[in-house]
């Protein structure tokens, strides 16, 4: 008879699989991360099929000692911003990373059966070497927090962008060599599903969409912010009434990560036809757009950042279960150890 590959006792909902995935709050948001992250994971709490731990990954934000306080300053607004754009809390929990302490604990126990080198060939720590900075060993251990963040709650699926496939890699190979030095199928190995999107242009109409190059339009800002922002997008020099090409154009891309499918068409088909439609007629469209989408939720977002306590309130129910889980993940793999006195 063969082993089991993975764990008897789960902790999964039946008919229900259990999808994890992270956000750091490392800034506030924009809508290259509305498109990237947020708007998948909110498509995918109103599957029905799915319980979606969405967690906010805030000890993932400390690596960096010079931008130590960020995560403690960025939070409310990431959890706010899931609230307000709808991600569904029915059968779905956002939660805090540092409000479950068993993840730390768990990381412990991976770290003891990764090897050094391993962790000496992540990207991320690589890329730090290299460009001369010198890495903290938090961000030496950054992956095995990951892979503790996916274990500690049997996450089944877990959608990453591309970027991630390596942290996905490792946290596989972390809980292969933990259910081999135990000798039983303990950890729950996750299947990673690398997401495809496209990486959003910014008003640059050059690099991609990020507040470190301070080429995005933010979701909340006031909106004589925003329609600054949208003016300011480059464009080519085609007049008022040449055809444009909606592929090479700004100013629709970034209408498309978030627009309506009838805005978009109808964008497209004026950029095509051209005729009495310039790129300051598709910048005011995207302003419109944009304040129908989010503009009309800033009242919304605002009053959660102001009212912390309601934000944390509605998130208590996911927080317990959360729990419930990490605690009976925690006691599956100390008494895989044989830790404790009983
Ligand atoms: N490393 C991920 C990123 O930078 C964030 C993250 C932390 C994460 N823990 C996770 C993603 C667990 C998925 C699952 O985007």
Redesign the pocket.
Known sequence: MSEPTQPVHTTHTVGRTRV?????PTSDLHVGNYFG?IRPAIEASHNPSNEVIL?C?DW?GLTDRSKILEPGKYTAAVLATYLTMGFSLENNMIIL?SEIPEIPEIAWYLSCVSAVGLLERAHAYKDALSSGKEPTAGLFN?PI??AS??VTFD?QV????K??SQ??EYASDMVRLFNNAVGRPVLFEPKPLIQSTPLLIGVDGERKMSKSYGNHVPLFAPKKDIEKRIKEIKTDSKGLDDPKDPETCAVFQILKSFGSAEAIEYMEQRLRTGTGYGYGHAKKDLIDEHERVFGSKRELYEHYINNPRELAQKLEPGHTRARQIAATVRQRVRDALNLGIL
């Not at 994890?20 to 750091?24: F, H, I, Q």
């Not at 877990?158 to 962008?161: A, F, K, L, M, S």
């Open positions: 994890l995935t992270g956000a750091k992250a967690m990954v993932h990373q950054y927090l990951m963040d996916i996450a877990v959608p990453v962008g970027d991630q942290h996905l």
